[in-house]
């Protein structure tokens, strides 16, 4: 697993071929089996590809230009440059898959003591599974 995780790279060029479904099922598949606190599982993977992988990067840059001229997050400005390359590397990719946290909370709300280390391990989860996924 050492040789694994030592070789894993970050990939910002792809080639101009097709991702077989079957290999986009075993990364899928990877995410899934990685461990969740008190196995909650709180992902849901959405794969994107063609049309509507370009209408979600299309939805990521609005977001980018409001967050620009209206910040939600204040202290995100700094982080807008570097959000908007991985919209032109998404933009690249034959097919994109998005992790989502289906039992995140509102964090414009205050939330209880409970509440937060739910979403902190909710968060770790999912970061587990992100990690399974390209190993």
Not at 78 to 90: D, F, G, N, S, Y
Not at 105 to 113: E, G, I, N, P, V
Request: proline share 5%; with cysteine; hydrophobic share 35%.
């Amino acid at each position: 697993m050492i040789e694994e995780i030592t070789k894993r790279r970050s990939i910002r060029k792809y080639k101009d071929t097709p991702v077989p479904d079957d290999l986009i099922r075993e990364i899928v598949q990877a995410g899934i089996l990685a461990p969740s606190s008190k196995n909650r599982q709180p992902w849901r993977f959405v794969v994107t590809s063609g049309k509507s992988k370009d209408e979600a990067v299309a939805v990521m840059r609005a977001g980018l230009e409001r967050e620009e001229r209206e910040p939600l997050l204040p202290d995100s400005k700094q982080h807008l440059r570097a959000a908007k390359h991985t919209a032109e590397i998404m933009d690249q990719a034959r097919a994109v898959i998005f992790v989502l946290n289906t039992r995140g909370k509102d964090l414009s709300q205050k939330l209880t003591t409970e509440e937060r280390v739910y979403e902190i391990c909710n968060v770790q989860s999912i970061g587990a599974a992100i990690e399974n996924m390209p190993l």
